[in-house]
Nanobody, 128 residues
Framework: QVQLVESGGGSVQAGGSLRLSCAASGRTFSNYAMGWFRQTPGKEREFVAG????????????NYADSVKGRFTISRDNAKNTVYLQMNSLKPEDTAVYYC?????????????????WGQGTQVTVSS
């Protein structure tokens, strides 16, 4: 069982940046894809970004929600068992609790049911 701990959330003004980190325990981290999701009250958890087991240097190994393409970047460091989400040009509609998750397979997928371990979440608040 992989345990995930997010950090890096906070409050920022629109147009600003934040970098989220997700530290994973366990020796099998590098075998699996990882994802970032977000959730606001009363809404379902939505996919933000995903990355394959081998990282962002390979074409097609990352995918993003349309709402964050060009603004957010997912990356990972398997030596550090950590996945990151760099968020630039933040908008008020990006305000949410952000969760990292471990996929069941080596390739990222959009549905939350494709992930079997979740962090506790970190709050991101973007003010206008």
């Amino acid at each position: 069982q992989v345990q995930l701990v997010e950090s890096g959330g906070g409050s920022v003004q629109a147009g600003g940046s934040l970098r989220l980190s997700c530290a994973a325990s366990g020796r099998t981290f590098s075998n699996y894809a990882m994802g970032w999701f977000r959730q606001t009250p009363g809404k379902e958890r939505e996919f933000v970004a995903g990355i394959s087991w081998r990282g962002e240097g390979w074409r097609g190994d990352t995918n993003y929600a349309d709402s964050v393409k060009g603004r957010f970047t997912i990356s990972r460091d398997n030596a550090k068992n950590t996945v990151y989400l760099q968020m630039n040009s933040l908008k008020p509609e990006d305000t949410a609790v952000y969760y990292c998750a471990k996929a069941r397979t080596s390739w990222p997928s959009v549905p939350s049911s494709s992930y079997d371990s979740w962090g506790q979440g970190t709050q991101v608040t973007v003010s206008s």
